[in-house]
């Protein structure tokens, strides 16, 4: 049962260009989403999050935005640079009560932004 | 600053055979945690532990033990290796329950093979 799912397993944009990444969630008792990336043979490293309680965050080429009733959030890098080309992950938590930070994870997206 | 370090970052297993995944950190974080990443599917979590002395089981847990003696270090024990638990082993820590912004830190992964 995924609960948090990444349908498109790569995308390829051109340096300059805006880069859309997409997830969907399941799980309505999520309130906590992040978006993490990995270069490889590294560890993935936190990128951006967002709140139920906004629609949008936002902080320098990356927005993140969030459609709770379409369970869907997404993620925008404006302008792609060469160097963002990397595997995104999207995750979710559920804040509070026994969640301890826990967090389920989308299965990526490879993300190659050409010169 | 080092962060969270794992060792060793490569090992093949016998089937059978037990071993021991180190991981510490060195930023005075409570909350740690181990994932287990599988080709083409996101990172799944496989024990985590709030504090010293207190542990508890992920979505995945079967096969593994940990412990948690000191703040620093949080060992995974796989005991009697299967080839189902060939996968890259990360550990990641957080100040709280995944800090203010759901932020993780994450080791650079050790790669097991069981064969």
């Known amino acids: 049962d995924q609960q948090v799912k990444q349908n498109s397993p790569s995308l390829s944009v051109q340096e300059g260009r805006i880069s859309i990444l997409n997830c969907d969630y399941t799980?309505?008792?999520?309130?906590?989403f992040l978006w993490y990336k990995k270069y490889p043979a590294e560890g993935p490293t936190f990128l951006i999050s967002i709140s139920s309680i906004k629609d949008k965050n936002e902080d320098g080429r990356f927005t993140v935005f969030l459609n709770k009733s379409a369970k869907h959030l997404s993620l925008h890098i404006v302008p792609s640079q060469p160097g963002d080309s990397a595997v995104y992950f999207c995750?979710?938590?559920?804040?509070?009560?026994?969640?301890?930070?826990?967090?389920?994870f989308g299965q990526g997206t490879i993300l190659t932004v050409h010169p | 600053n080092a962060g969270v370090t794992q060792t060793p970052k490569f090992r093949i297993l016998k089937i059978g055979q037990s071993m021991t995944l180190q991981c510490t950190q060195d930023m005075n974080h409570n909350y740690m945690y181990w994932y287990r990443q599988d080709p083409g599917m996101g990172l799944k979590l496989i024990y985590y532990?709030?504090?010293?002395?207190?542990?508890d089981k992920g979505e995945v847990p079967n096969g593994y033990n940990v412990s948690r003696s000191t703040t620093e270090d949080f060992p995974l024990r796989l005991e009697l290796a299967a080839p189902s638990q060939t996968s890259v082993y990360f550990c990641?820590?957080?100040?709280?329950?995944?800090?203010?912004?759901?932020?993780?830190?994450f080791g650079e992964g050790s790669r097991l093979t069981v064969l």
């Open positions: 990641a820590s957080s100040y709280g329950a995944g800090g203010l912004t759901g932020e993780l830190f």
């Open positions: 995750a979710a938590s559920v804040q509070g009560g026994t969640s301890y930070g826990k967090l389920t």
């Open positions: 532990s709030v504090g010293a002395g207190i542990t």
């Open positions: 799980n309505s008792m999520f309130d906590y």
